[in-house]
Nanobody
């Protein structure tokens, strides 16, 4: 079993930055090498993939919409994954969800265990 808790969301002006964190816990997470990632869901829209990172950090995927602006990283000693978001745009406004799965490719495909989400609002 894996539990995920996101933090770091908030209100920011366009062009600004935020860093999201996701802390993982649970017996399964401690036993296996989980990939982690981020998704987001804007009002009235489907949940969309943002980024994923493998256990070692060498495999990383980004959605085209965030490439060059967002950076995903992880600290395995802290069981935490981060999403550094720069040059934020109003269209980045969404609830951001953390995800964990044994494969970063599976996360990119939309599978995994989910957190409760954290709201990010970018004002114009």
């Amino acid at each position: 079993q894996v539990q995920l808790v996101e933090s770091g969301g908030g209100l920011v002006q366009a062009g600004g930055s935020l860093r999201l964190s996701c802390a993982a816990s649970g017996r399964a997470f401690s036993r296996w090498q989980y990939a982690m990632g981020w998704f987001r869901q804007a009002p009235g829209k489907e949940r969309e993939f943002v980024a994923a990172i493998g256990w070692t950090g060498t495999i990383i995927y980004y959605a085209d919409s965030v490439k060059g602006r967002f950076t995903i990283s992880r600290d395995n000693a802290k069981n935490t994954v981060y999403l550094q978001m720069n040059s934020l745009k109003p269209e980045d406004t969404a609830v951001y969800y953390c995800a964990a799965d044994l494969s970063s490719a599976q996360i990119r495909a939309g599978h995994g265990t989910w957190g409760q989400g954290t709201q990010v609002t970018v004002s114009s």
